[in-house]
């Protein structure tokens, strides 16, 4: 179980359309293995950025020991399955010229080979919310987020439970907000910025989960003909939901998991929250996966389309995180940052494309 397992809205709505089969086993045969040079676009894409996110990543990694285990299965494993598997690699990422993105282009094909994931794959998104709200209980503020209770029963407790006060005065609040449902939206995403009444910002994260059935609400609305299944994303959930307050709470708690979230302190306003691999997300450079399909740590390249514009979409991220709705190798989840831009996007992202995981090659003698 990550840290900080992210569940994208998305994801929830990704059970509304026909569900992908896990693939199973090594991801690419010895003839699926191409050269990064081959990957779409690669030359148009920034992989300076790439490197940077890589670099963040190798940080953690090397301090791990050797035998740590990151994920996968099949190939993946073998060659990028534990941390020490990485140490080469990251040794050349920390000597490659930062921001020289031809420097970074040479640095991936030179240490890595790409492997085609076989099959379409369903690629969501997701992002840190932006919801005004306070550390006191105040007026205007009273719906509580909580952090994991001390008490382990406790926090076994399903979301109904809680919503009934059971928690009251019994786990930590690590903040107050306006609306359930933003409450309930953060929760989905794992984590998030409070907007505070001084102007200051507080950033929370995933502190726990209290281990209750995860249902998608995307599905439930669909099955209500609240929505239809073209219609359903971050933003037509939210929207219903605050729109039907009469029936919004018992909608929501159809879902009994329930995710704790505590105070992250200080982070820079650029960086994401810690992922499943413990450093900070970057924007279009972080994707959460299937730890048990492929590795943390790993380059993963996404050849899909913009779900605003419908352009070709071609990203190299690195895979530091993971999501309570990625299932099988066949699934990426991109990470796009905060605000309204980031949520734009990342609401409305579910569209087909294709994974190529990068594996590193054995080093030069």
Known sequence: MRRLPLFAAALALAACTPQQQPQTGAYAPPGQALPVTQLPGWQLNNAAASLASFVISCKALLLMPPDTSLGGTGLAQTLAGQAGLWQP????AEATPPGDNA???QFFENWFTAYAIP?????????????????NERPGYHVPLYSRPAVASLADLPRAAIDAGALHRKAPVTAYVTNPVDA?????????????PDGNILRV??????????????????????????DVSYQSISAWLKSHPAQ????????ARYVFLAPLGPLPANEGAP???????TAERSAAIDKSAMPLGAPLFIATTDPITGAPLNLLTITQDTGGGIHGPDRADIFFGAGP???????????????????PKAPAP
Do not use: K
């Open 89 to 92: 690699a990251c040794t050349a």
């Open 103 to 105: 420097a970074a282009q």
């Open 119 to 135: 099959g379409p794959a369903l690629i969501t998104g997701y992002f840190e919310p932006e919801v005004p709200g306070s550390e």
């Open 184 to 196: 309930f939206m953060l929760q989905i995403q794992g984590s998030g910025r409070i907007l505070l």
């Open 205 to 230: 994260g995933f502190d726990g989960q209290n281990g209750q059935p995860y249902t998608p609400i995307g599905r439930v609305l669909e099955q209500m003909g609240a929505l239809q299944p073209d």
């Open 248 to 255: 919004a709470q018992s909608v929501m708690e159809q879902n």
């Open 275 to 281: 992922g499943a691999l413990g450093v900070p997300l």
């Open 341 to 359: 831009d980031a949520e734009e996007v990342a609401g409305s992202m579910r569209q087909p494309g294709q994974l190529y995981l990068l594996l």
